[in-house]
Nanobody, 121 residues
């Protein structure tokens, strides 16, 4: 089954850090650009990072310089390092296929359950 599994979320204070993990099926990991998305309560899902199979990355301005996406080819895992977290970063974070230009794709694999990140003092 083509399912991506996210983990690593939690409760953190403003200014804190977290590392999220996404394990993907091998054929997805090897052949697709992967990205991290987030959806805050009452808002639309938005992309926050993308990484290509060759390692190139891109981020929207809202997280640039604070979030870093990386991949571990041996573990079929994509990571999202979140630093300098703000309350506005509170959301459920998901991973799925993505495009370098950060635009919506015509289709996605089934969305996983995501992992909750809550930033509060």
């Amino acid at each position: 089954q083509l399912q991506l599994v996210e983990s690593g979320g939690g409760l953190v204070q403003p200014g804190g850090s977290l590392r999220l993990s996404c394990v993907a099926p091998e054929n997805v990991f090897r052949n697709y650009a992967l990205g991290w998305y987030r959806q805050a309560l009452g808002k639309q899902r938005e992309i926050v990072a993308v990484i290509l199979t060759d390692g190139r990355t891109n981020y929207p301005d809202s997280v640039k310089g604070r979030f870093t996406i990386s991949r571990d080819d041996a573990e079929n895992t994509v990571y999202l390092h979140l630093n300098s977290l703000k309350p506005d970063d509170t959301a459920v974070y998901y991973c799925n296929v993505a495009q370098l230009d950060l635009r919506p794709r015509p289709s996605y694999f089934p969305w996983g359950q995501g992992t909750q990140v809550t930033v509060t003092s």
